[in-house]
C-alpha cells in the first residue's frame, strides 16, 4: 500500500479559501487513482473529488462542484485540493484516499479505496 499525508489544512473565514496537498510514497504513483474524503463527527465519510492516474476522468460531489478542483503532479507524488468560495459546512477533517486502479468502477464510494491519509482538518468561520 501506498503512504499519504496530508497537510495544508486550516482556519479560514468564509469566502476564503485553502490548497490541500496529498503526497505519496510510492515511486508509482502515477498508476492510482486519488480521491479526497470529508468527515464531519456523527457524519459518514463523504466524497468530495477523485481524479484517474493519468488525470483523464475527474468528478466532484455536488456540494463542491465549481468551488473546488482536484489535481495531480505525477512528478512530485502529490495531489492537491484548491478549495476556492469555502462555506462553513465545508468544515470537516479532509482524507487523501489512493487505489492502484487506473480507472475505479465507483470512485465516489470510500470502499473502492485501500490507502488512507491521516486526515487534515479544515475550519471555516461565518
Known amino acids: 500500500q501506498v503512504q499519504l499525508v496530508e497537510s495544508g489544512g486550516g482556519l479560514v473565514q468564509a469566502g476564503g479559501s485553502l490548497r490541500l496537498s496529498c503526497a505519496a510514497s510510492a515511486r508509482t504513483v502515477s498508476a492510482y487513482t486519488m480521491a479526497w474524503f470529508r468527515q464531519t463527527p456523527g457524519k459518514e465519510r463523504e466524497f468530495v473529488a477523485h481524479?484517474?492516474?493519468?488525470?483523464?476522468?475527474?468528478s466532484y460531489a455536488d456540494s463542491v462542484k465549481g468551488r473546488f478542483t482536484i489535481s495531480r503532479d505525477n512528478a512530485k507524488n502529490t495531489v492537491y485540493l484548491q478549495m476556492n468560495n469555502l462555506k462553513p459546512e465545508d468544515t470537516a477533517v479532509y482524507y487523501c484516499?489512493?487505489?492502484?486502479?487506473?480507472?475505479?468502477?465507483?470512485?465516489?464510494?470510500?470502499?473502492?479505496?485501500?490507502?488512507w491519509g491521516q486526515g487534515a482538518q479544515v475550519t471555516v468561520s461565518s
Open positions: 484516499a489512493a487505489v492502484l486502479v487506473r480507472t475505479p468502477n465507483h470512485p465516489e464510494w470510500d470502499t473502492s479505496y485501500g490507502s
Open positions: 481524479i484517474t492516474s493519468t488525470g483523464g476522468s475527474l
